[in-house]
Each structure stands twice: as C-alpha cells, then as structure tokens.
C-alpha cells in the first residue's frame, strides 16, 4: 500500500524559509518518480518541482527556480523541498506525489499524499 506523509508545513513570513519532508513507504521508491505538487484557494493545482531517479533530473517550475530545492534520499525513502525567499504568493497546500509511469510522474501523478500547508505572511 502506497504512502505518502508530508511534514514541515506552517506559518512563515516573507522572506524565510521552510524544508518540507515527505515520508515513502509501500514502493520500490528509487523507480519511482517524485514530485511536489501545490494548489491555492481558488487557483489550479500546480506542479513546483519533479524528480527522476532514472536519469538524476529534477525540474522546477519558473515561479519557484532558484528559490525552491528539490531533494531524495532514496534509502530513506524520504524526500524533501527546501524552500527560501518565500513570498506570500506561495501560499499553498502543498502535496507529494509519487508515480511509476515516465509519461505521468511530473504531470498526473497516481499516489498522492494528504497534503501540508503553507501559508507565508507577515
């Protein structure tokens, strides 16, 4: 059975930061792709960053690159997003997601987890 439990979330202000964690289990986690999904109340749901043991890449979209860092640890089975210079346009539930399939990992995910909030404001 596939889980996915985020942690770290949490009330910060502008310009800080938060490292938030997503803990695996029920998966070969190193075949899988993973990635950090966010949605924010009234916006569609946006992918933030993707990783891919396979090849060793890991994409961000343009809103989050350079501030956010995307990381595995695939024997812990644990991954991470770093997140600096937030602003309070970041302000979302942000999700894990997890997928074996190359034409689905980044865009439409199987596995999700229950999601963590973050809300940056001063």
């Known amino acids: 059975q596939v889980q996915l439990v985020e942690s770290g979330g949490g009330l910060v202000q502008p310009g800080g930061s938060l490292r938030l964690s997503c803990a695996a289990s029920?998966?070969?986690?190193?075949?899988?792709?993973i990635a950090w999904f966010r949605q924010a109340p009234g916006k569609e749901r946006e992918r933030v960053s993707c990783s891919r043991s396979s090849d060793g890449t890991t994409s961000y979209a343009d809103s989050v690159k350079g501030r956010f860092t995307m990381s595995r640890d695939d024997a812990k089975k644990t991954v991470y997003l770093e997140m600096d210079s937030l602003k309070p346009e970041d302000t979302a539930v942000y999700y894990c997601t997890a997928d074996w399939r190359l034409g689905y990992g980044c865009t439409r995910p199987e596995y999700w987890g229950q999601g963590t909030q973050v809300t940056v404001s001063s």
């Open positions: 029920g998966f070969t986690f190193h075949n899988y792709i």
